[in-house]
C-alpha cells in the first residue's frame, strides 16, 4: 500500500514498531473487537490488557516503571495503526492523559499511578470543559483551595470523555476566583463519595462513556498537584500540542483503513456491466483522497518530528489537527459514497468513522481555536488579541 513506504521521519526502530503494533493490533486487538456482541461499541477493555501483556500499554513511560520511552513519532505511529482498527481505539497503547502524571507527578504520585496504568488496570481522564467555559478554558469556575494538609477541590466538568472508566482525573481549575492562571490536580474518581457523574449520549466515539462529573469539595492531598500551582495552563498547552497530532493520526489511520476497503470493493462491484472502479469518478476520488491523507500524514509527522527534535510544534500541531481531521472526515465520506447503500448500514465501519471523526473538529481544541493559534503564530499575539477585542487580562 501507497502508506507503507518509508517516511522521511522515520528510521528503522519506527518501521519495526510499526510492523509490531500492526501485527498486534491484526492479530490480536481484531478478534477482541470482534467478539462484542452486535452494534456494541464499547472499548472492549480485555484489549488494553492483551496490549499491556506485549508491553505496549507504556510505550511512551519510563523503563524504571515498565515503559519504552518511545519518542512522539513512534507514539504517533501507535495511534495511526490504532485507528486503522477504530477510532475508540485511541486508549489500546500508551498511556495517554497519564502522560501528564508522568512528566508532572510527585515521585510517589508516579509510583502509584504508573505501574497501574502499564498493567493495564488504570486509565486516567481529563476534566477541562465546563459548561461555561469550552474554548475560553480560562474562564473556568472549578476552585482548587488550599485546605490545611489537602487542597479542596469543587466544581463541574462537562462533556468530558472517560466519565466511568477512568480511575482518576487531572482537574483543571483556579486557586483564586478572579484569576486568570490555572492549576492542574489528580483526583482520585473511583469510589469516591465526592464524585458526582452524569452520561450524555453522543453521536460517536461512544466506546467512552461522555457526560459531567461534579466533584463536591472533595479534599485531595496536596501531593496530587501537578507542576507548579497556578502554572496548570502550560501543561494544558505542552500535553494538548502533542494529542492534538496523534488525534489528528488516529482519523487519518481511520481514513487509510477506508481507502483500502473501497479500492478493493470498487474492484469487485459491478454496475452497468464494469467494476465501478473503471468509472473516472470513482478512481478520481480515491486518487484525491490518497493524495491528502498522504499529505496530511507528512505534516503530523514533521509537527512530531519538530517536538523529537527540541522544537516548539503548538503551531504546526493545530495545523495537523485542522487539516487532518477534515481530510479524514471528506475521505471516509468519499469512500461511504462509493460503497452505496451498504456504506450506510452499520454492517461497514464508514459511519462509525464518520460519526466518530467528526467529534474530533469539536474535542481537545475546536476548528476555530485551532486557527486561533495558527492565527497567532502568523499574526502576532497582540494584532490577533486586538482584533478579536480581547483585553490585557489574557496577554
Ligand atoms: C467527543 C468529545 C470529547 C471530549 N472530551 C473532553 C474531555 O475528555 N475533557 C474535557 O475537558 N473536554 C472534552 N470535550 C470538550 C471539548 O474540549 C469542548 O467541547 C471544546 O473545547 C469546545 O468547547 P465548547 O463545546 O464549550 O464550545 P464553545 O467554546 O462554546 O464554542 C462554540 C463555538 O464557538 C466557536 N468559538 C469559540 N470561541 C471562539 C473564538 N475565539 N474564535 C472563533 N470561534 C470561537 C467554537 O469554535 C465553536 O464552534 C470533548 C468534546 C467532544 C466533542
Redesign the pocket.
Known amino acids: 500500500m501507497l502508506f507503507d513506504k518509508p517516511m522521511p521521519y522515520w528510521n528503522d526502530h519506527h518501521q519495526r514498531l510499526q510492523q509490531e503494533i500492526r501485527t498486534f493490533v491484526e492479530h490480536v486487538a481484531t478478534p477482541i473487537w470482534h467478539s462484542r456482541l452486535p452494534h456494541d461499541e464499547r472499548f472492549p477493555w480485555a484489549a488494553r490488557v492483551a496490549a499491556a501483556k506485549v508491553g505496549l500499554t507504556g510505550i511512551d513511560l519510563s523503563p524504571a516503571y515498565g515503559g519504552r520511552n518511545a519518542d512522539f513519532v513512534s507514539q504517533g505511529i501507535a495511534f495511526e495503526e490504532c485507528g486503522r482498527l477504530d477510532i475508540d481505539a485511541r486508549e489500546l497503547i500508551g498511556s495517554g492523559h497519564g502522560a501528564i502524571i508522568a512528566r508532572h507527578g510527585s515521585p510517589d504520585l508516579k509510583e502509584h499511578w504508573l505501574p497501574r496504568i502499564i498493567r493495564g488496570e488504570a486509565l486516567i ?5 465546563e459548561e461555561e467555559a ?3 478554558i480560562r474562564s473556568m469556575k472549578t476552585m482548587i483551595s488550599s485546605n490545611g494538609n489537602c487542597y479542596a477541590v469543587h466544581g463541574k ?1 462537562s ?4 466519565i466511568n472508566e477512568a480511575a482518576a482525573f487531572i482537574i483543571f481549575g483556579k486557586t483564586h476566583p478572579d484569576d486568570t492562571h490555572l492549576s492542574a490536580i489528580l483526583v482520585d474518581t473511583q469510589n469516591n463519595p465526592a464524585i458526582e457523574r452524569t452520561e450524555i449520549p ?1 453521536m ?2 461512544r466506546g467512552w462513556s ?1 457526560g459531567s462529573i461534579t466533584i463536591h469539595d472533595d479534599c485531595v492531598p496536596k501531593e496530587n498537584m501537578l507542576g507548579v500551582i497556578d502554572e496548570g495552563f502550560s501543561i494544558f498547552e505542552e500535553h494538548f500540542s502533542n494529542w492534538r497530532i496523534f488525534m489528528a493520526l488516529l482519523c487519518l489511520g481511520a481514513a487509510a483503513a477506508s481507502m483500502h476497503e473501497v479500492i478493493a470493493y470498487s474492484q469487485t462491484r459491478y454496475s452497468f456491466n464494469s467494476p465501478i472502479a473503471k468509472f473516472q469518478s470513482i478512481m478520481f476520488a480515491i486518487a484525491e483522497s490518497m493524495s491528502a491523507i498522504y499529505t496530511a500524514r507528512l505534516l503530523c509527522y514533521q509537527s512530531l518530528w519538530l517536538k523529537d527534535n527540541g522544537y516548539d510544534n503548538a503551531t504546526e500541531a493545530a495545523m495537523s489537527k485542522l487539516v487532518a481531521v477534515k481530510i479524514a472526515f471528506d475521505a471516509v465520506n468519499g469512500a461511504l459514497q462509493i460503497m452505496g447503500a451498504r456504506g450506510y448500514t452499520n454492517q461497514y465501519f464508514f459511519e462509525k468513522r464518520l460519526r466518530d471523526i467528526r ?1 474530533f473538529m ?8 485551532m486557527k ?1 493559534i495558527i492565527s497567532k503564530d502568523i499574526f502576532g499575539k497582540d494584532m490577533y488579541n486586538t482584533m ?1 477585542g480581547r483585553g490585557r487580562k489574557y496577554e
Request: proline share 0%; glycine share 22%; aromatic share 8%.
Open positions: 481522564g481529563v476534566g477541562i470543559t469550552g474554548s475560553d466538568k462533556y468530558i470523555s472517560r453522543t460517536g466515539v461522555y467529534g469539536i474535542a481537545d481544541g475546536t476548528n476555530e481555536i486561533s478579536i
